[in-house]
């Protein structure tokens, strides 16, 4: 062997050592983002949140003096395209300790894969079905790796029609209200249909056939014209914002008397920006305690959160951008107690997540609300706070001076502590 070829033999021989090095010094996090499908327009502030959030835990050290390698991936909203980004995670080569997924197709899709490899997913989807680790409910498959931040969608529902059954009652009207679930035939809107119109049922409400209208924007006059001719009192939207808003301005100009509930995906500041004065009085949930700038200790956690994707600070966050660092940096202490306790695995990053009761992050006291997960059960919490998207003039100005001045305002409207009944367990 030439001397030349020795050297480029040990060459090739500290390459492969300091990569190896590297990736034994770093902790893979898988992270899926809808940019550019059917949920982007929420998906887009979302899934800065959580890079900006990792970029951030990086910046400050990392977990447990690791860096957090992060796989971020525009899937589009596709289930085909994230399960094979989860096949590329779930390679014994390149095994991830952890995912931050999105979707509920997707991640219900996944659930099962979750369970075998031992990853835990926190998602964006907060299907009712994906809250039972045991599968004791007998409602869905055990989800013993899914993790969310925030009332399951049926929760979310259930307490908007807690309020709306008080609404009426208030109201002094004669008769039954009517209820009407609306939203794409796709498993994320349909999956609190069931318990919602259970619970409308059992709270003495009408209700009527669902109407559909795809998760794209789009023309939805026909729609409206046939929510007008049912008499529906209460109408759930529970697409995201992008296609609520097309329905929220038809039904406007048809004239449509009818008190819109949100999803939770389906209003906040841009939406009631762009609906205008067909947003104002739509309800719907929040899972922060407070919005961009609030009076919180922990907004200044937000804040500098942001700066790594604007060092200006002059971007306005909208609510579901604070919901995905609240996600991120649960996700984080998750990590940390894993890293301290036989290192960052899935199975030990899982276990993480049942080391505290009715816990914020670290630096986000007054902005996430306290959340608790057990290996029994994962909804983090029954408790839903209901706003209200208050609009009381042209909203075509920045987003920042509409917040500011007062034009679009999200007001709290009631706080619904929701019991955990056996029956509406995992559904």
């Known amino acids: 062997m030439t001397i030349r070829s020795l050297l480029s033999s040990v060459s090739l021989a500290l390459l492969v050592s300091s990569a190896a090095a590297t990736a034994q010094a770093q902790i893979a996090i898988g992270h899926l983002q809808d940019l550019s499908g059917g949920t982007s327009d929420v998906g887009t502030p979302y899934g800065q949140g959580v890079a900006d959030t990792f970029a951030w835990i990086n910046k400050n050290g990392g977990v447990g003096g690791k860096q957090l390698n992060v796989d971020s991936n525009d899937y589009g909203y596709q289930v085909p395209r994230a399960i094979a980004l989860y096949k590329k995670w ?21 659930t099962v894969f979750l369970a075998q490899d031992k990853i835990p997913d926190m998602s964006g989807s907060y299907a009712a079905a994906l809250t039972d680790p045991e599968g004791t409910s007998g409602k869905a498959k055990p989800a013993p790796y899914n993790f969310f931040y925030g009332p399951s969608y049926s929760d979310a529902l259930r307490a908007e029609l807690t309020w709306a059954a008080e609404d009426w009652k208030a109201k002094g009207k004669p008769g039954k209200p009517k209820f009407v679930h609306m939203g794409a035939n796709h498993p994320y809107p349909n999956a609190p249909k069931a318990a919602g119109e259970a619970l409308a ?13 795809a998760l794209s924007p789009g023309d939805y006059s026909a729609q409206c014209l046939s929510l007008k001719s049912s008499g529906a009192n209460y109408a759930y939207l529970g697409n995201t914002a992008a296609s609520n808003i097309s329905v929220m301005k038809a039904c406007k100009t048809a004239g449509v008397d009818v008190q819109f509930l949100s999803n939770v995906w389906g209003m906040d500041e841009n939406a009631a920006k762009t609906a205008g004065d ?28 942001s700066k790594m994707s604007d060092p200006s600070g002059k971007v306005y966050r909208p609510v579901h951008y604070i ?49 608790s997960w057990t290996e029994k059960d994962h909804r983090p919490t029954t408790k839903v706070d209901l706003y209200r998207a208050k609009v009381s003039g042209a909203t075509d100005g920045d987003i920042n001076d509409l917040m500011g001045k007062g034009t679009i305002k999200l007001e709290k409207v009631k706080t619904v502590e929701l019991p955990r009944k056996p029956e509406w367990f995992g559904w």
Request: net charge negative; glycine share 14%.
């Open 201 to 213: 049922t059992e709270l003495g409400f009408e209700v009527l056939p669902p109407l559909v209208f």
């Open 278 to 305: 067909a947003a104002d009085g739509v309800i719907f949930p929040l899972r922060t305690a407070v919005g961009w700038g609030g009076n919180a200790p922990g907004m200044k956690t937000v804040m500098e959160i």
């Open 323 to 371: 919901a995905a660092v609240c996600s991120a940096l649960y996700m984080k202490e998750a990590l940390d107690w894993a890293a301290k306790n036989g290192g960052a695995t899935g199975e030990n990053v899982a276990k993480g997540f049942y080391q505290k009761k009715d816990w914020v992050p670290a630096g986000m006291d007054g902005v996430c609300n306290p959340s």
């Open 90 to 110: 779930s390679a014994p080569d390149g095994k991830v300790a952890a995912i931050m997924g999105w979707g509920t197709a997707d991640t219900e899709a996944l």
